[in-house]
């Protein structure tokens, strides 16, 4: 009963912390600090029944984030990218640990998956792998993409298994397996799987995860049996904002199936960690190997182009239909003319991606602005693509779809981060200035409400030819709202953005500290 309680007590004081967010008219703030560590990790039994889920009602705004609009680390998120200095060599290595396999390997079982099989072996230092192929002619498709992806998602905050480009030769392996079935289909996947020069074998190497699989996280409601898991997943930002990086990489198979939940730890003493897996269909992959061009274009069943076909007669040509094949067999149908990032769907809809606000679109976004083209070039070139031109043009088509989400997301907010404060005066920052060449005055509309949302000081409009936004005599301005001011400022653009909310309150010690951050949703 009294682990009960305390679960109880977690939870809502957890509620109180984060969901400061969803009251319909502004909400106020006390004065404490943000959270940037959830202790959902909290030692739990193993469950018994890994698929359990309980379905609880969906939130319009996000509830796994802060006073600041952040997103704690926790079980699911481990900030990087944007939050620490990540070099492109770095980038490179990922989530590598063990590097990879050590020759010889032993074959100990044959897995069959939903597109590919794959081979589950022992390097000659114990460490279990799972060796996944395709067939060749999709093979330096699959692994080149698998590669770069897996290490964008690592990138962006997620865990990721570690993965690397694996190649052998027809001595460096050997078969542990009594089945004579099973030993011809591995002869068989290994012959369909060889390099161009047909001297070597040429797989992702995935060393497994440790601990005990559950299977994929549900996308909406929350696992049952698992305490620590206290928002449902179609209100978790770091799922919603999915929609933002899988558009990136086109991962548009992006679903359920591409989660593991994994028990860590000893039995009753560990906790749940939440991955991203198998990143193979990214890249247009999956509209090569499974001929599906408009993947990224709509969803699997459009009642819109049904109908379009059906006036039209078929002769009505789709907006994927433009593309072009690429003349590279490492390369599949990606693109970034066509790109659209309003438009762009995954096949089956995610319920993650089809609750995600512009607030989980601005956060994805702000991360992504972290990846350089210095990061892009050495992850394409570390990948091994034999052709020159091929190498080049991935590098190219990443960044102008990078350029494309970066100019749609950021315009559908405010986007004003707080810098400091300094002599009464308060600098505000807006990250989407300076990212684009573009130079020319921008105007901000600002409103100053006291902690009763009465007007404490007349709207101004400021107009700014720089990246920093000053608004003077602040203290006078805290010291009208009676010590707690809030502002709300918008961005005069075409696309009229919500207001961004700033809170700030003065401290006993005559110090005035931010204390909440809101990017509104649209109303």
């Given at each position: 009963?009294?682990?009960?309680?305390?679960?109880?007590?977690?939870?809502?004081?957890?509620?109180?912390?984060?969901?400061?967010?969803?009251?319909?008219?502004?909400?106020?703030?006390?004065?404490?600090?943000?959270?940037?560590?959830?202790?959902?990790?909290?030692?739990?039994?193993?469950?018994?029944?890994?698929?359990?889920?309980?379905?609880?009602?969906?939130?319009?705004?996000?509830?796994?984030?802060?006073?600041?609009?952040?997103?704690?680390?926790?079980?699911w998120?481990?900030?990087?990218l944007?939050?620490?200095?990540?070099?492109?060599?770095?980038?490179?290595?990922?989530?590598?640990?063990?590097?990879?396999?050590?020759?010889?390997?032993?074959?100990?079982?044959?897995?069959?998956?939903?597109?590919?099989?794959?081979?589950?072996?022992?390097?000659?230092?114990?460490?279990?792998?799972?060796?996944?192929?395709?067939?060749?002619?999709?093979?330096?498709?699959?692994?080149?993409?698998?590669?770069?992806?897996?290490?964008?998602?690592?990138?962006?905050?997620?865990?990721?298994?570690?993965?690397?480009?694996?190649?052998?030769?027809?001595?460096?392996?050997?078969?542990?397996?009594?089945?004579?079935?099973?030993?011809?289909?591995?002869?068989?996947?290994?012959d369909?799987?060889?390099?161009?020069?047909?001297?070597?074998?040429?797989?992702?190497?995935?060393?497994f995860?440790?601990?005990?699989?559950?299977?994929?996280?549900?996308?909406?409601?929350?696992?049952?049996?698992?305490?620590?898991?206290?928002?449902?997943?179609?209100?978790?930002?770091?799922?919603?904002?999915?929609?933002?990086?899988?558009?990136?990489?086109?991962?548009?198979?992006?679903?359920?199936?591409h989660?593991?939940d994994?028990?860590?730890?000893?039995?009753?003493?560990?906790?749940?960690?939440?991955?991203?897996?198998?990143?193979?269909?990214?890249?247009?992959?999956?509209?090569?190997?499974?001929?599906?061009?408009?993947?990224?274009?709509?969803?699997?069943?459009?009642?819109?182009?049904?109908?379009?076909?059906?006036?039209?007669?078929?002769?009505?040509?789709?907006?994927?239909?433009?593309?072009?094949?690429?003349p590279?067999?490492?390369?599949?149908?990606?693109e970034?003319?066509?790109?659209?990032?309003?438009?762009?769907?995954?096949?089956y809809?995610?319920?993650?991606?089809?609750?995600?606000?512009?607030a989980?679109?601005?956060?994805?976004?702000?991360?992504?602005?972290?990846?350089?083209?210095?990061?892009?070039s050495?992850?394409?070139?570390?990948?091994?693509?034999?052709?020159s031109?091929?190498?080049?043009?991935?590098?190219?088509?990443?960044?102008?779809r990078?350029?494309?989400?970066?100019?749609?997301?950021?315009?559908?907010?405010?986007?004003?981060?707080?810098?400091?404060?300094?002599?009464?005066?308060?600098?505000?920052?807006?990250?989407?200035?300076?990212?684009?060449?573009?130079?020319?005055?921008?105007?901000?509309?600002?409103?100053?409400?006291?902690?009763?949302?009465?007007?404490?000081?007349?709207?101004?409009?400021?107009?700014?030819?720089?990246?920093?936004?000053?608004?003077?005599?602040?203290c006078?301005?805290?010291?009208?709202?009676?010590?707690?001011?809030?502002?709300?400022?918008?961005?005069?653009?075409?696309?009229?953005?919500?207001?961004?909310?700033?809170?700030?309150?003065?401290?006993?010690?005559?110090?005035?500290?931010?204390?909440?951050?809101?990017?509104?949703?649209?109303?």
């Amino acid at each position: 009963m009294l682990k009960s309680a305390t679960t109880t007590l977690s939870v809502l004081l957890a509620a109180m912390i984060l969901l400061w967010n969803c009251a319909p008219t502004p909400a106020t703030f006390t004065d404490g600090d943000p959270v940037y560590h959830l202790n959902d990790k909290k030692p739990i039994p193993i469950p018994k029944n890994p698929r359990s889920v309980r379905s609880l009602r969906a939130d319009k705004n996000a509830r796994d984030v802060n006073r600041l609009d952040d997103v704690p680390a926790s079980s699911w998120y481990s900030p990087r990218l944007g939050y620490q200095n990540i070099s492109p060599a770095e980038l490179v290595n990922g989530p590598a640990e063990t590097g990879l396999p050590v020759v010889p390997i032993t074959i100990i079982a044959i897995k069959h998956h939903r597109r590919h099989s794959s081979l589950v072996v022992r390097d000659s230092r114990g460490i279990q792998y799972l060796l996944k192929f395709a067939p060749h002619d999709l093979n330096a498709m699959f692994t080149t993409t698998s590669f770069i992806v897996n290490r964008l998602f690592w990138s962006f905050g997620y865990f990721v298994p570690e993965e690397h480009i694996f190649q052998f030769s027809r001595g460096d392996y050997k078969v542990d397996i009594p089945n004579k079935d099973n030993i011809k289909n591995i002869r068989d996947l290994l012959d369909t799987s060889t390099t161009s020069n047909q001297k070597q074998y040429r797989c992702i190497a995935s060393r497994f995860v440790r601990g005990y699989p559950l299977g994929p996280a549900a996308q909406q409601g929350v696992r049952k049996e698992d305490p620590n898991d206290w928002f449902p997943h179609q209100d978790r930002r770091v799922l919603r904002a999915l929609r933002v990086f899988a558009a990136f990489t086109n991962m548009a198979d992006m679903g359920p199936h591409h989660t593991l939940d994994v028990y860590m730890g000893k039995p009753d003493q560990g906790h749940i960690r939440h991955y991203l897996i198998d990143f193979g269909d990214a890249f247009g992959v999956i509209a090569s190997g499974k001929n599906r061009g408009w993947a990224g274009f709509h969803h699997i069943f459009s009642l819109a182009d049904i109908l379009t076909n059906l006036a039209t007669l078929g002769f009505y040509r789709q907006e994927w239909e433009k593309k072009s094949k690429t003349p590279w067999k490492s390369v599949g149908p990606f693109e970034s003319t066509l790109f659209n990032p309003e438009k762009w769907k995954e096949i089956y809809p995610y319920a993650p991606i089809r609750k995600s606000q512009p607030a989980d679109n601005y956060w994805a976004v702000k991360i992504l602005a972290g990846l350089t083209e210095a990061h892009i070039s050495a992850l394409v070139r570390a990948a091994g693509y034999i052709n020159s031109k091929a190498r080049d043009y991935m590098i190219r088509t990443l960044v102008e779809r990078r350029k494309k989400l970066l100019q749609y997301h950021f315009n559908q907010v405010t986007p004003l981060e707080y810098i400091d404060m300094k002599e009464d005066t308060l600098y505000l920052k807006d990250i989407c200035r300076g990212l684009f060449t573009e130079k020319k005055t921008e105007y901000y509309r600002i409103k100053f409400y006291d902690q009763r949302n009465r007007q404490v000081h007349p709207a101004t409009t400021l107009g700014c030819d720089e990246s920093v936004v000053k608004i003077a005599a602040f203290c006078t301005l805290i010291d009208k709202a009676k010590g707690y001011l809030r502002l709300e400022i918008n961005k005069l653009t075409k696309t009229r953005p919500p207001v961004t909310r700033f809170h700030f309150s003065r401290q006993k010690n005559g110090t005035i500290k931010l204390i909440g951050v809101v990017h509104d949703n649209p109303v």
